[in-house]
């Protein structure tokens, strides 16, 4: 026995190490005309029970750059499928304001006109983004489907695999979809068991400019071109979706089916028909002319095609067995670095069967969907984010809008950063590299911005972005400043290089990839920093508090003041952060001399009317109390400013804050209800962490993760609040944001027992965890040496009796310290 009173094999398998071979062989016990064993794995595996109604609640699986959803029709198959650089467009034009704009602003907020700042600062807007694409829809028209008397849809996280099992009169029907990263393929399999074969009619559709040929009996192309503007969905402008015939303006795409079966095959008329069939397969893939963001994607057509058609060829004669096998590994290899399993032994048997839906609606607050949003939120990451790709969009990577809310771009005000809060934590380091190197294009592009905007050093960056790296501030004229015209997304991007050094402890990547994009922020705000006339003191201007808007002592609404606290916060964390990294780097010592005094002229942070952390430098009323941004309580989460080991007082009044934005009704959307609970996790707030959980699973006006389809939607689908929730549920379990580990700091009251493994730290170590009510077994792995001071719940003490100040790191030739520990 364990320390906690667990069977090692049962924790295994609580977190989902053996339950891969229940998967792998449940279809060859099936009996004919029954579906097949659902298998136990409540925290791996999502299952509905009936097809998808709309795209949004079709199924997710992904390579990171290319993505599909499957419909699980009865008549059947739809794929919506992605590629993760068709946008439209092409590099970035910059734009320069007019000389003089932004003294003026300056003055006019000096002197408390804030309406006028608002207005001014519509003239410093330049052009929107890009937007993000859909490919095409590939549709398998089943003939004579005959009636279904049950059906079953799975999304197999562990696997990667989504799956569609219909129990027709006379026999079974299996489809199977994935999308290999080792192939580059999207693969889907359709067979029948015991039933009649089946004829079908296999076609693409797409909604851009295109064609569509059979060009064999066994192969579909589509090519076609991007549009060279496609305006945001909120604007309503005549022509919104346009098309240049000049090379490299607009990019060249192209996708390929290719067909296997033991049936006949024939052309049609852009489409391919399959007859007397038992079985059939489908491999797809697709390329574009993107060459990267500041070179015009001017392929032509053919070798777009001939790029498409490479993965095909390298595939052919691989087996279906092989590539799922391939894949299987693939995935793996990322997944199971981490699991989280909630609820005991018995969590299998007690879900064992019931759709996710149903347990959703039948207990929100229940630990196993906890652990199964972690588990998701890792998956998704792992589906839309791989080393070599794009980031993660607002929709990660699965789109099906031509013109989708917010171009289904970058928002770097919250979302970007959203998407990347657990990569680190929840061991997905590689998954945070197309993060990374999206940063230097950004900062790239963001010099030009700060020098031609604002005259100004460095690099800057504002609240939207595309493909093509863009950095302007956005609008046209006619964007609302409290997001159009906020300049402080390099911080925050910085921010995420920094971390991934910290967790990384690697000094070339700091030196040669993190340091200069680090150094120009720093840059761009020391230059953007100004004396307050009333004050002295250093601070912003123009400053907005994303999206929120401020009332001014005469009644008015307004977006720009001075020195808003997220500002602050950024800049100190920002220069505090590069101060660290030149001391470890051994150079820049002068650089980090103006930065520390430059810190020490910053304001303080202040405590409102209602003993709230102040969003504002004045104590404005906000125009909307409960409005779905928390940006003020930045330096409590994402960054690690105020704590309550370290400023009691001041997280006191962020946790007001909080109550009082959820009092008003906030925390209104999915990644809204993430932040939170990530706040009141670093709050060290368990039962406020599990009340937060069972709302954001009971949700039923947004149609959360567990309900009626597999994504957190904003209402319409944004998948911030799918990775965001993820990182909260792991800041419950570990921290070390601080000189320490801190274990178990936030633990919801109903996770009375549990494992998880795989959670990193900052440290260098990779933490694994086992508990029940009679105590915890913690295993630290090392991955450099030294000590480490590990802080414990009031609840746990060593089994010792001695107190635990610091473990060694360097136990053992595995450098693995274990501690056990029991309830008090």
């Known amino acids: ?44 595996r999502l299952v509905f029970d009936s097809p998808a109604r709309e795209w949004i609640e079709a199924l997710p699986v992904g390579n990171g750059r290319l993505g599909a959803m499957m419909h699980g029709l009865l008549d059947g198959e739809r794929l919506s499928l992605n590629e993760d650089t068709l946008w439209s467009g092409q590099p970035s034009v910059g734009g320069a304001a007019a000389d003089g704009l932004l003294e003026q602003m300056r003055d006019l907020i000096f002197a408390g006109d804030y309406p006028g700042a608002d207005r001014l600062a519509r003239r410093m807007q330049g052009h929107f983004s890009e937007a993000y694409l859909p490919l095409a829809d590939l549709h398998v028209d089943l003939d004579q489907a005959g009636p279904a008397r049950a059906i079953r849809r799975t999304l197999d996280l562990r696997e990667a695999t989504a799956g569609v099992e219909i129990d027709r009169d006379g026999g079974i029907e299996r489809r199977t979809l994935f999308v290999s990263a080792p192939a580059q393929l999207v693969v889907f399999r359709i067979e029948r068991e015991g039933a009649a074969r089946f004829g079908a009619s296999v076609r693409l559709d797409c909604q851009l400019r295109s064609s569509i040929r059979a060009v064999s009996p066994r192969r579909l192309v589509l090519a076609g071109k991007a549009p060279t503007v496609c305006e945001p969905d909120y604007r309503n402008v005549p022509d919104p979706v346009r098309y240049s015939d000049r090379a490299g303006y607009g990019m060249a795409f192209a996708a390929i089916a290719e067909i296997d079966t033991d049936g006949s095959v024939r052309k049609g008329e852009g489409a391919l028909r399959v007859e007397n069939a038992g079985w059939l397969e489908i491999r797809l893939a697709a390329a574009t002319g993107y060459r990267g963001p500041h070179v015009l ?33 693939d995935h793996r290899a990322l997944y199971e670095r981490s699991a989280l399993a909630l609820g005991g032994g018995d969590t299998a048997r007690r879900h064992d069967g019931l759709p996710t839906d149903a347990r959703r609606a039948a207990d929100p607050g229940d630990p196993a969907l906890a652990a199964l949003l972690y588990n998701y939120g890792r998956y998704l990451l792992i589906a839309s984010s791989r ?37 680190e934590t929840a061991n997905l380091a590689d998954c945070h590299r197309p ?17 031609d905007y604002y005259r100004m050093p460095g690099w800057c960056l504002h609240h939207n972005t595309d493909l093509w790296a863009m950095s302007n501030p956005v609008g046209a004229g006619e964007g609302d400043p409290n997001w159009a015209n906020w300049p402080m997304g390099a911080p925050w991007i910085a921010q995420h290089l920094w971390e991934h050094y910290r967790f990384s402890g690697d000094l070339a990547f700091l030196r040669d990839r993190a340091w200069p994009v680090m150094r120009g922020a720093a840059d761009f705000c020391v230059g953007w920093l100004v004396r307050d006339p009333a004050s002295g003191q250093l601070t912003t201007a123009p400053s907005i508090s994303p999206e929120n808007l401020f009332v001014t ?71 909307d109390p409960g409005h779905r941004t928390v940006s003020h309580l930045y330096p409590i989460f994402p960054g690690g400013d105020i704590t309550p080991r370290r400023s009691p007082r001041l997280a006191a009044a962020a946790a007001r804050s909080l109550d009082r934005r959820e009092a008003h009704g906030g925390s209104s959307t999915g990644w809204s209800r993430a932040w939170a609970t990530a706040i009141r996790a670093r ?57 320490r580990i801190e274990l178990f700091p936030a633990l919801p009251p109903r996770w009375r027992e549990g494992a998880v493994k795989g959670l990193r730290t900052r440290h260098g170590a990779t933490v694994d965890l086992e508990w029940t009510p009679a105590g915890a077994t913690v295993l630290l792995h090392a991955r450099r040496g030294g000590t480490v001071t590990v802080g414990l719940p009031p609840s746990l003490r060593p089994s010792s009796g001695a107190a635990v100040a610091q473990v060694d790191l360097r136990v053992g030739r595995d450098r693995t310290a274990r501690l056990a520990l029991i309830a008090v």
Request: with cysteine; charged share 20%; aromatic share 6%.
């Open 435 to 451: 993060l990374v190197d999206f940063a230097e294009a950004l900062a790239r592009n963001g010099g030009d911005t700060a020098r």
């Open 683 to 739: 709050l060290g707030d368990g039962k406020a962490c599990g009340e937060a959980l069972e709302r954001f699973l009971a949700d039923h006006v947004a149609r959360s993760l567990l309900g009626t389809h597999p994504f957190h939607p904003h209402p319409v689908f944004q998948i911030d609040a799918n990775l965001g929730i993820a990182a909260a549920i792991a800041e419950c379990l570990v921290q070390s944001h601080e000189d």
């Open 297 to 329: 994607p001017d392929l032509d057509p053919g070798a777009v095609e001939a790029l498409a058609a490479a993965p095909l060829r390298r595939a052919r004669g691989k087996p279906h067995t092989r590539l799922l096998a391939d894949h299987r590994r």
């Open 387 to 423: 080393p070599g790709t794009r980031p993660a969009n607002l929709q990660g990577i699965w789109n099906a809008q031509l013109r989708a809310p917010w171009s289904c771009n970058y928002t770097t005000n919250i979302n970007v950063p959203m998407n990347y809060w657990m990569a």
């Open 1 to 44: 026995m364990t320390p906690t009173g667990l069977h090692r094999r049962e924790v295994l398998s609580l977190l989902g190490t053996t339950a891969c071979t229940i998967a792998a062989s449940a279809h060859a016990s099936a009996p004919a005309g029954a579906l097949s064993p659902s298998p136990a794995d409540p925290h791996h």
């Open 553 to 623: 002592a005469d009644g008015r609404t307004a977006a720009i003041s001075a020195g808003c606290t997220m500002d602050i916060a950024m800049i100190r964390e920002l220069f505090g952060n590069c101060i660290a990294a030149a001391a470890v780097l051994g150079e820049d010592a002068a650089f980090a001399k103006v930065l520390r005094n430059l810190s020490e002229e910053l304001p303080p942070y202040r405590i409102g009317r209602h003993g709230q952390l102040q969003e504002w430098s004045v104590d404005f009323a906000e125009q």
